[in-house]
T-cell receptor
Framework: EDKVVQSPLSLVVHEGDTVTLNCSYE??????LLWYKQEKKAPTFLFML????IEKKSGRLSSILDKKELFSILNITATQTGDSAVYLC??????????FGQGTRLTINP | DAGVIQSPRHEVTEMGQEVTLRCKPI?????LFWYRQTMMRGLELLIY????????DSGMPEDRFSAKMPNASFSTLKIQPSEPRDSAVYFC?????????????FGPGTRLTVT
């Protein structure tokens, strides 16, 4: 059965800290891995990764994929309270279908 | 661009009643997805359509759930009869038919409470 596992499930840090969120997967017909941020409403897209070892970066957020070890990490440096959200990892396995992990709930305390 | 539109935003109903959730995808997007999100199970794909045709409904929990897409700009998810365990947030998402773009654009969701 295809599965995507995220860790930790919950994380509480202080503003300014750096955090690393993990996503491992076991899926057939892997195409790409996507990260989403979900605040109080709908998930919003952050990154899509298709190739191993190439870092995607957007401001204080960055992500990298390891297709050999079947995982990805999402790093957030100099965290701010506005980074508090649930971060979702999803794997695309063909025909536009995404399999989502359970999410990591990140709380940034001032 | 209005994004994906869902209605209603909140629905409270009694067990046994029929519930219909509605979705308007982004214009020009060929794929439409229905998801359910709960604390226990996270975000689950229920069904998705390509060019108005259902492609994979393996995530639909049981026969009480049905989905239709009569045209490219409208889809419904119906639950009949509803049960308290159906309480969740239901998201609709759409995506374009591009080979290397798998990003899905989510609507604001419908929060369903069945009492």
């Amino acid at each position: 059965e295809d599965k995507v596992v995220q860790s930790p499930l919950s994380l509480v840090v202080h503003e300014g800290d750096t955090v690393t969120l993990n996503c491992s997967y076991e899926v057939t017909n892997f195409r790409s891995l996507l990260w989403y941020k979900q605040e109080k409403k709908a998930p919003t897209f952050l990154f899509m990764l298709t190739s191993s070892g190439i870092e995607k970066k957007s401001g204080r957020l960055s992500s990298i994929l390891d297709k050999k070890e079947l995982f990805s990490i999402l790093n957030i440096t100099a965290t701010q309270t506005g980074d508090s959200a649930v971060y979702l990892c999803a794997v695309h396995q063909g025909a536009q279908k995404l399999v989502f992990g359970q999410g990591t709930r990140l709380t940034i305390n001032p | 661009d209005a994004g994906v539109i869902q209605s209603p935003r909140h629905e409270v109903t009694e067990m046994g009643q029929e519930v219909t959730l509605r979705c308007k995808p982004i214009s020009g997007h060929d794929y439409l997805f229905w998801y359910r999100q709960t604390m226990m199970r996270g975000l689950e794909l229920l069904i998705y359509f390509n060019n108005n045709v259902p492609i994979d409904d393996s995530g639909m929990p049981e026969d009480r759930f049905s989905a239709k897409m009569p045209n490219a700009s409208f889809s419904t998810l119906k639950i009949q009869p509803s049960e308290p365990r159906d309480s969740a947030v239901y998201f609709c998402a759409s995506s374009p038919q591009l080979t290397n773009n798998y990003e899905q654009y989510f609507g604001p969701g419908t929060r369903l409470t069945v009492t």
